[in-house]
């Protein structure tokens, strides 16, 4: 019997990539907010936690590890494409290329600071999700979703920044950039969480599944694993 994809879990597939690879493009604008200086991509990033909560919830860490791996490819994939088309020279009449290639021309150092810390940070998050619902017996949602954003925001911080800025940024400011990242991208999770606890409930009712991983393999590699 073939696998089926339903409805919600394609639009949330589809919704995680997008921010995802929003979010890198935003993470070119540094903005203001409140005297807090942060990345633009901080306004859609968080968002991309908050699904991966939602499926790791409703469907199990295995559909969580196939979404995960569709972003990681999907943001390589325009990552790649940038990088090709600011290689290519551009048309003499064109007066756009500087401004082209600051957005697209993300430096390897930064994209595989970006893609190695989602990567670590997602997975993390998706764990902390499915071990502590099979620990609960399913209660206590809130908890499971906010302590697994501390935990995958962390570590996506603990690795982006210190690859992407080591001896560019000075460790003290470098600290104190990945401390606010972490408590605001937390902050957000909390902050949203009354509408990620109903639209959890709303999944569940149209689906009619509430998956729990009982002896189930962590392998990430094992993308194929859905059944």
Known sequence: MKEKVSVPFMLLAILFNVCLIAANLLETKVIQVGGITVTAGLLVFPISYIINDCIAEVWGFKKARLIIW??????????????????IPAAPYWEGEEHFNFVFGLAPRIAFASLTA???????????MSR??????GRNFSARA????????????????????VGIIAPRE??????????????????????????????????????????????????????
Do not use: C, H
């Not at 490819?73 to 088309?85: D, H, K, S």
């Open 118 to 128: 989602f990567l670590v940070g997602s997975f993390l998050n998706a764990y902390v």
């Open 146 to 165: 906010v302590l697994s954003t501390v935990v995958g925001e962390t570590a996506d911080s603990l690795i982006f920044f210190p690859i992407a800025f």
């Open 70 to 87: 569709s972003g990681f490819v999907m943001n390589f994939f325009v990552v790649a494409l940038g990088l090709i088309a600011v290689a």
């Open 174 to 227: 470098l600290l104190v950039l990945m401390g606010i990242q972490i408590v605001l991208k937390t902050l957000y999770e909390i902050v949203i969480l009354p509408v990620t606890i109903q639209v959890v409930k709303y999944i569940k009712q149209v689906e009619g599944i509430d998956v729990f991983d009982n002896d189930i393999s962590y392998n990430v590699l094992k993308v194929k694993d859905l059944s």
């Open 132 to 137: 502590m619902k099979v620990a609960s017996g």
